[in-house]
């Protein structure tokens, strides 16, 4: 089955802690994208990357880290410079940076401790 | 800056009621819209979209037209399910830096009782 894993599906932190959420896609999509939602809120674009080795900062990437090694995966790093990390963390795919439709994984929902 | 504005909620219907979610859009240029659900605890699936003013999408008994001079897509179901109950996210295309970014609305959470 293709698609869009993302893990844990529940992640805690500690205060001071990094922490890294995994998504990885076997849909052989170029493009992926980070988003954060809040409750009642839309989502917002953390982070999203157009092709390996190249990422570009969203609407709200203070806090937050990249990396694209691998086309398969995109792996979020929310550092301790993130004060209000409490979230629902979705990662999405699209099958280039200029096509529109993008699938979603299931989600990481990130708890501080 | 591009936009999506939906319809307060919650929104709580009975079973085989009609429901319409309302969205409208500010953008420049000519958007891609698009309507997304979301189930208790899941990620966002794709409902439907439409790519050019008067196109209609639809998908699962679910329809939405793109319409120009109202800057509306709003979405439609003749008669809700229990199982329809879920938030759901208008959105538009927005082409950033080369990339095409998604601006989302805030979610209308939907609830149909039996």
């Known amino acids: 089955d293709g698609g869009i894993t993302q893990s844990p599906k529940y992640l805690f932190r500690k205060e001071g802690q990094n922490v890294t959420l995994s998504c990885e896609q076997n849909?052989?999509?170029?493009?992926m994208y980070w988003y954060r939602q809040d409750p009642g809120q839309g989502l917002r674009l953390i982070y999203y990357?157009?092709?390996?080795?190249?990422?570009q900062k969203g609407d709200i990437a203070e806090g937050y880290s990249v990396s694209r090694e691998k086309k398969e995966s995109f792996p979020l790093t929310v550092t301790s410079a993130q004060k209000n990390p409490t979230a629902f963390y979705l990662c999405?795919?699209?099958?280039?940076?200029?096509?529109?439709?993008?699938?979603f994984g299931p989600g990481t929902r990130l708890l501080v401790l | 800056g591009n936009s999506v504005t939906q319809m307060e909620g919650p929104v709580t219907l009975s079973e085989e009621a009609f429901l319409t979610i309302n969205c409208t859009y500010t953008?420049?240029?000519?958007?891609?819209l698009f309507w997304y659900v979301q189930y208790p605890g899941e990620g966002l699936q794709l409902l439907l979209k439409?790519?050019?003013?008067?196109d209609k999408g639809s998908n699962k008994g679910f329809e939405a037209t793109y319409r120009k001079e109202t800057t509306s897509f709003h979405l439609e179901k003749g008669s809700v399910q229990v199982s329809d109950s879920a938030v759901y996210f208008c959105?538009?295309?927005?082409?950033?830096?080369?990339?095409?970014?998604?601006?989302f609305g805030q979610g209308t959470r939907l609830t149909i009782n039996p």
């Open positions: 999405a795919s699209s099958m280039s940076p200029l096509m529109e439709t993008q699938y």
């Open positions: 849909l052989n999509h170029d493009a």
């Open positions: 990357s157009q092709i390996v080795n190249d990422f």
């Open positions: 953008a420049t240029g000519y958007p891609s």
């Open positions: 439409a790519t050019k003013a008067d």
């Open positions: 959105a538009l295309s927005d082409r950033v830096q080369g990339a095409q970014k998604l601006v």
